[in-house]
C-alpha cells in the first residue's frame, strides 16, 4: 500500500479563564459529521499554522487572538483512508470575543478530565492526555 498524501492541519485547544477547553462538532454532511474536534482547518499554500489558526478562530468561533498567543504543545499523526495527518495543536488562553458556532456547529466547554466523554476522531485520542497533565 503506497503511503497516503500528507495533510497538513492546524488545531488549537482555546481554554477558558475555569480551565475548560472548547471543543466544536463536525456537521452533517462533513468527514468524521457528528465527532468533537478542536477548532482548526487545513493550512493553505501561502499561510504559516498559526495564520491558518488566527483565520480559523475567526471564522469558526467569532474569537480573535495573535500568533503570540499561541503555543505548541503537541501533534497528532494519524493515517486515515485518503491522506496521514498532521496536526499540531497549540494551546491558546488569550484570546477576545465569545465563541459560538458560526457555521452552525455545536460548541462546547469542556473539563481535561471530562474529555473522553465526547466522542472525538481518531487521530485526537492521543492528545487528551496531554491535556489533562497540562491543566
Ligand atoms: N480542525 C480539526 N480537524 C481535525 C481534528 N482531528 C482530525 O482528525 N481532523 C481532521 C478532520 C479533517 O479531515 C481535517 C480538517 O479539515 P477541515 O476541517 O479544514 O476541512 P473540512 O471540514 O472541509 O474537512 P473535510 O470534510 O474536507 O474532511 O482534519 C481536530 O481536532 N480539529
Redesign the pocket.
Known amino acids: 500500500m503506497p503511503t497516503p498524501r500528507l495533510?497538513l492541519?492546524?488545531?488549537c485547544a482555546l481554554i477558558d479563564a475555569d480551565n475548560r477547553i472548547l471543543?466544536?462538532e463536525?456537521?452533517a454532511?462533513?468527514?468524521?459529521a457528528g465527532?468533537?474536534?478542536?477548532?482548526?482547518?487545513?493550512v493553505e499554500a501561502g499561510e504559516t499554522p498559526e495564520e491558518t489558526l488566527i483565520r480559523?478562530l475567526r471564522e469558526?468561533i467569532g474569537v480573535e487572538t495573535k500568533a503570540d498567543c499561541l503555543a505548541p504543545l503537541t501533534f497528532?499523526s494519524?493515517t486515515?483512508e485518503d491522506?496521514h495527518?498532521l496536526?499540531p495543536?497549540y494551546v491558546c488562553r488569550r484570546f477576545e470575543g465569545i465563541a459560538r458556532g458560526l457555521e452552525g456547529q455545536q460548541i462546547k466547554w469542556v473539563r481535561a478530565a471530562d474529555l473522553r466523554a465526547y466522542p472525538?476522531?481518531?487521530?485526537?485520542l492521543p492528545?487528551i492526555p496531554f491535556l489533562v497533565d497540562l491543566l
Open positions: 495533510l492541519v492546524a488545531a471543543l466544536t463536525r456537521p454532511g462533513k468527514s468524521l465527532l468533537w474536534e478542536f477548532p482548526g482547518g487545513k480559523e469558526e497528532a494519524h486515515y491522506f495527518l496536526m495543536l472525538m476522531p481518531p487521530a485526537d492528545l
